[in-house]
C-alpha cells in the first residue's frame, strides 16, 4: 500500500524526485529533467494493445514536444528488457521511432510514489497478478512543479495531442497573463487574465474586446505566442 503519510501529489506540488532504470540508462529524474518541461506518463502493461497505439502516438509527436522544450518519459511495471522488445512492435506498427525513456517499475515504487495506481489494484494485487498502472499523465515544469494530472483508465486510450495543447495553454500562459479557453489551440484567441485590469489590457493587449466584465479576449500575435 502507498504510505499514506506520503504528501498527496497535487497540482503545484513539487514532482516527488526518484532514481529509476529506464531503457536509456539510469537516471535521477529531477536531473534528467533539468531545465525542460516534461511529460511523464503511465501505462497499464507492455505488449498490450491500447498501449501499443498510445505509444506510438506519442513516439509520433515527439518532434512537436522537442520544439517546446519537452522532454517525454514512459512508465510501466515491466522490467526494461520487456520494454526494449516491445518498443520494437510500436516501431513496425506505428512507423515511427521511439527515442524517449521508459522506465522500469517492476516494484510499482515511483507507481505508488505518483499514485499511478487504480482503487481495485491498491487492494488486489497479489490475486489478479498483473502489475497493472492506469494511464497517468504529468507535466511538469523546468522548476518541477506539476502543471497537469490526467488519470485515464485502462480501457481507454489517451489523445496525445490533447497533452501537447495543454503544453501549449500552460507555456502561453506563464508568458503572458492570459488563460485559454475551452478547446483553444494555438493561434486562436485567447482570455485576458482575471487580474488584468481594462486600463493595463489596453497596453498590454491593445486589440482586447469585452464580451462581458468577467470574460475579455484577445489576439495573441505569432510572434507572442
Ligand atoms: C491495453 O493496452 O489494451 C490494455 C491494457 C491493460 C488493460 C486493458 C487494456
Redesign the pocket.
Known amino acids: 500500500m502507498a504510505d499514506e503519510r506520503q504528501n498527496p501529489i497535487r497540482l503545484g506540488t513539487t514532482a516527488p524526485n526518484f532514481e529509476a532504470e529506464t531503457t536509456q540508462g539510469p537516471i535521477k529524474f529531477h536531473d534528467w529533467i533539468g531545465d525542460s518541461w516534461c511529460v511523464f506518463f503511465s ?3 507492455d505488449y ?5 497505439t498510445e505509444l506510438g502516438a506519442f513516439a509520433k509527436l515527439q518532434p512537436e514536444f522537442t520544439k517546446r522544450n519537452v522532454k517525454m518519459i514512459g512508465l510501466s511495471a515491466n522490467t526494461v528488457d520487456s520494454h526494449d522488445g516491445w518498443i520494437k512492435d510500436i516501431n513496425e506498427i506505428s512507423q515511427c521511432n521511439l527515442t524517449f525513456p521508459i522506465i522500469g517499475d517492476k516494484e510499482r515504487k515511483i507507481a505508488y510514489a505518483y499514485d499511478m495506481i487504480d482503487h481495485q489494484d491498491m487492494s488486489n494485487v497479489d490475486s489478479k497478478g498483473i502489475a ?1 498502472t492506469i494511464r497517468s499523465v504529468f507535466v511538469i515544469d523546468p522548476k518541477k512543479t506539476i502543471r497537469l494530472i490526467m488519470s485515464y483508465p ?2 481507454t486510450g489517451r489523445n496525445a495531442a490533447e497533452v501537447l495543447r495543454v503544453v501549449d495553454s500552460l507555456q502561453t500562459g506563464d508568458k503572458h497573463r492570459i488563460t485559454t479557453p475551452i478547446n483553444w489551440i494555438p493561434g486562436e484567441d485567447v482570455i485576458v487574465h482575471p487580474g488584468v485590469s481594462n486600463e493595463e489590457a489596453k497596453t498590454l493587449f491593445p486589440d482586447f474586446r469585452i464580451v462581458k466584465p468577467y470574460l475579455r479576449f484577445t489576439p495573441l500575435p505569432a510572434d507572442k505566442i
Open positions: 501505462h497499464p502493461e498490450t494493445p491500447v498501449c501499443t497493472f485502462a480501457s
